[in-house]
């Protein structure tokens, strides 16, 4: 059975630092390209990062580049986000989700991390 | 900001049929990538409801079908349930390298 476990969520300061993590099981981790995808309190879905199967292609919403950091580390089958800078809309729950192909859709969902960015 | 544009509510009576629409254009759904759809009940994680445009994965109900022509594709439910009631979101590609993967603005479906 798939499994992906996201944890890491907290309530920071604007301007603070979190990483994020998403342990996977049930599937071999290392085929795979895996995303983060954020939904803002009451708001929609919000693709925000990608990482290839070797983690020699990362890609990054606008909102987001220069600030956040996608990693993988197929030894352990996780997956990272580093988040600095953090602004308040910032705050959402995020999710980490295994692509099925290239290029193609999210066949598996974790269950979600809360970030909240608050003074 | 989601390049993918579905209406914000639908709805319909038990048994009803309604359609939700996603219009995008010619660097996604236009340029000839697929359309895919989840679904997401309060309080839960999105599920995969339809992939490549048409597709059901084992489990969903054959009364959910999807179609895509042009730079849209639209999500039917025939026979509408209660427990159809939730978040509907389209997904696609974009050849667009800041944002290669596009979420729709998502459809709300209350069942009357």
């Known amino acids: 059975e798939v499994q992906l476990v996201e944890s890491g969520g907290v309530v920071v300061q604007p301007g603070g630092s979190l990483r994020l993590s998403c342990a996977a099981s049930g599937f071999t981790f290392d085929d795979y390209t895996m995303h983060w995808v954020r939904q803002a309190p009451g708001k929609g879905l919000e693709w925000v990062s990608l990482?290839?199967?070797?983690?020699?292609?990362?890609y990054y919403a606008d909102s987001v580049k220069g600030r956040f950091t996608i990693s993988r580390d197929n030894s352990k089958n996780s997956l990272y986000l580093q988040m600095n800078s953090l602004r308040t809309e910032d705050t959402a729950l995020y999710y980490c989700?295994?692509?099925?192909?290239?290029?193609?859709?999210?066949?598996?969902w974790g269950q979600g991390t809360l970030v909240t960015v608050s003074s | 900001q989601s390049v993918l544009t579905q209406p914000p509510s639908v709805s319909g009576a038990p048994g009803q049929r309604v359609t939700i629409s996603c219009t995008g254009s010619?660097?996604?759904?236009?340029?000839?990538?697929?359309v895919h759809w989840y679904q997401q009940l309060p309080g839960t994680a999105p599920k995969l409801l339809i992939y490549g445009n048409s597709n059901r994965p084992s489990g969903v109900p054959d009364r959910f079908s999807g179609s895509k022509s042009g730079t849209s594709a639209s999500l039917a439910i025939t026979g509408l349930q209660a427990e159809d009631e939730a978040d509907y979101y389209c997904q696609s590609y974009d050849s667009s390298l800041s944002a290669p993967r596009v979420f729709g603005t998502g459809t709300k479906v209350t069942v009357l």
């Open positions: 010619s660097s996604n759904i236009g340029a000839g990538y697929d």
């Open positions: 990482i290839s199967w070797d983690g020699g292609s990362t």
């Open positions: 989700a295994k692509e099925r192909d290239s290029s193609s859709w999210f066949d598996y």
